[in-house]
């Protein structure tokens, strides 16, 4: 029984991986960077992506792909903001995957679009498992989540480029133990960036939009 499980899942991700590459390569065909935004349920996902934007400016051309299990809360707050953006509802499924992003994008012209962030399902576990034609995967930890989280949840922060450490402003009312937890995210991926912010007062905003820059601009250049 249980070889069978792990023969299923193997399957579905060899799935997964294939569907991925033809999606990168329809993005890669108009130089759109994607990126794959994933963190727990209420890290501050929508509010990066809506901050993100104001300081990218609208020179940066972005549309927005918005994962969750069921309603349109997070594409609405996108679209009152005049900000392309398309829905998927998983109807249960606690990750989104390659599939589901291609029929999102089915209709979608990407030509001219320079960014496409994908908000994940807030899920700190399988959606670091599944990807989604992503140039880049980013995570947020949320300052209330506790420093403990990369000792438990290792894969999510191995398998991502950056992580976005959000709401630094409730720092003074917490035991957050920010040594410990920038130790324990360097050893468990040595290459990756921290960005300490608040999407409340906006710390740290300039240097996160600045990196993602960065990738855009050499996604369009190279
Ligand atoms: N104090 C504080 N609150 C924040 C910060 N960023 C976001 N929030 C609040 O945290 C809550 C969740 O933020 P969202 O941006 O909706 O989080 P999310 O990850 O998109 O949530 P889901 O899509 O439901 O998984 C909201 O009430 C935000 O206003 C921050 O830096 N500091
Ligand atoms: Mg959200
Ligand atoms: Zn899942």
Not at 1 to 10: D, N, Y
Not at 35 to 51: D, F, Q, Y
Not at 175 to 198: C, G, H, Q, Y
Request: hydrophobic share 45%; aromatic share 4%.
């Amino acid at each position: 029984m249980a070889v069978k499980l792990v023969t299923i899942k193997e399957d579905i991700l060899k799935d997964n991986k294939e569907m991925s590459a033809l999606l990168k390569a329809r993005f890669n065909k108009s130089k759109t960077l994607v990126v794959n935004l994933m963190s727990s349920p209420g890290a501050g996902k929508t509010s990066t992506i809506l901050n993100t934007i104001e300081a990218l400016g609208p020179a940066v051309k972005t549309a927005v792909i918005e994962g969750d299990i069921t309603s349109t809360v997070d594409a609405d707050k996108m679209d009152a903001k005049g900000i392309p953006v398309v829905q998927i509802n998983t109807g249960g499924a606690c990750h989104i995957d390659s599939a589901m992003v291609a029929e999102a994008v089915a209709d979608f012209d990407t030509e001219g679009i320079d960014l496409v962030v994908v908000e994940n399902v807030g899920n700190l576990v399988c959606p670091a498992e599944f990807e989604v034609g992503e140039d880049v995967r980013v995570m947020i930890l949320s300052v209330p989540e506790g420093h403990d989280k990369p000792q438990k949840y290792p894969l999510m922060f191995i398998e991502t480029q950056a992580c976005i450490l959000n709401k630094i402003d409730l720092l003074p009312h917490t035991d957050f133990d920010m040594e410990a937890f920038r130790k324990t995210v360097m050893s468990l991926n040595p290459k990756t960036t921290i960005f300490p912010v608040s999407m409340k007062t906006g710390e740290g905003l300039d240097a996160w939009a600045a990196w993602l820059k960065d990738k855009v601009d050499k996604k369009k250049n190279g």
